[in-house]
């Protein structure tokens, strides 16, 4: 069975600061990972995936299938980056999306 | 204007008093999911239908059903809600065609139980 893991709850930086957000998961084919945030009393939404290899809102997100890792990471946070981060994963469209636990993330002035 | 829609955005109930909660999407989406999300947790699926198949997790109690009865609309039905029930409900749709797996949710529908 597929798993997604992110080991940290919550991370405070400051703004201007760099953000990585950490993600790791188990699945022995190839899935399709993505992020999704969770901005306050908003709701749940994607941030990116990584067949896209896209920069949302200064966001990247390399999937390294070695590590099997897909790290989210910002080179200057913002304020308005403080959410709720989840990493999830999918075997293929019609599948569940399997999320991991969240990282809050936090930026403060 | 909202693609995924979920009513009562709030609902209380009591214990042992059955609730419905709705979902309707404008997306024309196959796939329909029900997520439980409890405070400071990730989303936990309960079940979804891929058209009018139905697929339940295996751990989702039997106290959670859910009805389709038509490409838009989904409702998740709790037969005797305790207060562990207590918690968000998500909604989310998926289109097949594409490459992309993305999911679209709904606002979500917080139940409380007394």
């Known amino acids: 069975a597929q798993r997604v893991t992110q080991p940290e709850k919550l991370l405070s930086v400051f703004k201007g600061a760099p953000v990585e957000l950490k993600c790791n998961y188990s699945?022995?084919?190839?899935?399709?990972l993505f992020w999704y945030v969770q901005y306050s009393r908003q709701r749940l939404q994607l941030l990116l995936r990584?067949?896209s290899r896209e920069s949302i809102k200064g966001f990247t997100a390399d999937l390294n299938k070695g590590e099997t890792s897909f790290h989210l990471k910002k080179p200057f946070a913002q304020e308005e980056d403080s959410a709720m981060y989840y990493c999830a994963l999918i075997k293929a469209a019609g599948n569940k999306l399997t999320f991991g636990g969240g990282t809050r993330v936090l930026v403060k002035p | 204007d909202a693609m995924v829609i979920q009513n009562p955005r709030y609902q209380v109930t009591q214990f042992g008093k059955p609730v419905t909660l709705s979902c309707s999407q404008t997306?024309?989406?196959?796939?329909m999911y029900w997520y439980q999300q409890k405070s400071s947790q990730a989303p936990k699926l309960l079940f979804h239908y891929y058209d009018k198949d139905f697929n339940n997790e295996a751990d989702t109690p039997d106290n959670f059903q859910s009805r389709r009865p038509n490409t838009s609309f989904c409702f998740l039905d709790i037969r005797s809600p305790g207060l562990g029930d207590a918690a968000m409900y998500l909604c989310?749709?998926?289109?097949?065609?594409?490459?992309?797996?993305?999911?679209?949710f709904g606002e979500g529908s917080r139940l409380t139980v007394l």
């Open positions: 990584h067949i």
């Open positions: 989310a749709t998926q289109g097949i065609a594409g490459v992309t797996g993305e999911l679209f």
């Open positions: 997306l024309n989406h196959n796939v």
């Open positions: 699945y022995s084919g190839s899935p399709e």
